[in-house]
């Protein structure tokens, strides 16, 4: 969900565009677009207040040379080297077989003990593994209800594992810059360190909220063995307490959005946003303009799915991208 994979080559024409050398990615969600500044020669600083997004940024941005060995993948495979159980218990009969919850205790078992980007290359391949085995990629259900055809759905967790290990470790490489992954509120990070900060904040539709914790509950949890992670024991996902956060909410978002400006006004501005959410373009254009003098728009065609199923609905949307100077 917000993914900016499939805008990528529009979004890397704006950013070849613009002359800068250090970059915040404040909202780096999958890492997609920090990866693309940091194969673009720029000085990436990674950041996203859900822990296993960062976890991902650690790995494959902050990274630029740790890999999984065989002997790292082996040992995360043994049997359970403590006898952890929680994950086993709590979901038992929810998103996964006895068998592939027994293996996420076990592989945490393994990766407790391990420290550094080799920890988060575990890590995020764990989530990745788990994101592939459930329908539409998240939490919201615990059945195949949804089920949109994918292999992965069927495939043993260890299986996955081990080729999102692969998956991930293909991913790391050496740009010859310095590079850093963050878990912060927006709101706390330095305005003035960066010659140019890329914001893609939730997406407020018009009604609802654009929450990701309950979707993506699970892995926010897994990434930290659900350490510090109250769990609601009372819905039937069992998800965790929500973070409030006031991008995700139409009553919250202008504000937001104009101290979110107002922050990083002395930085060159790249902000994403969907015609399907509010503020509108023209809304959108005004509030960047209090903080910056010269503003454009680029609009780029986006056909928005939630999930990879294919009987999913679809609709044609606007990417708006604007540039703020």
Known sequence: MGSKYSVMASLVDVLASLDFETVLDAFSGSGVVAYALKAMGKAVTANDFLTFSATIARATIENSSEQLDSADVARIMGPNADGRDFISRTFRGLYFDAGDLAFLDSAWSHIAHMTGSRRDLALASLCLAAAWKQPRGVFTVTSLRYDDGRRQLRTPLRTLFVEAVKDY??????????????????????????????????????????????????????????????????????????????????????????????????????????????????????????????????????????????????????????VGE
């Open 169 to 322: 470790n293909a991913t790391v490489f050496d740009s010859g810059r310095d590079h850093h992954a963050l878990c912060q509120d927006i709101a706390d990070i330095p305005r003035a360190d960066f010659d140019a900060v890329y914001l893609d904040p939730p997406y407020a539709p018009p009604r609802d909220d654009c929450d990701y914790i309950k979707r993506y509950h699970f892995l926010e949890g897994l990434s930290v063995y659900w350490q510090d992670r109250p769990i609601r024991y009372d819905t039937m996902t069992r998800k965790l307490e929500k973070r409030f956060t006031p991008f995700a909410y139409p009553r919250t978002i202008r504000e937001a959005l104009r101290s979110t400006f107002d922050q990083f006004r002395d930085s060159t501005i790249i902000f994403s946003y969907s015609s399907n959410a509010v503020p509108d373009a023209t809304e959108l254009m005004a509030l960047l303009k209090s903080a910056k003098t010269h503003v454009q728009m680029i609009e780029v065609p986006h056909r928005y799915s939630f999930g990879t199923h294919a009987a999913a609905q679809r609709r044609q949307v606007r990417e708006y991208i604007f």
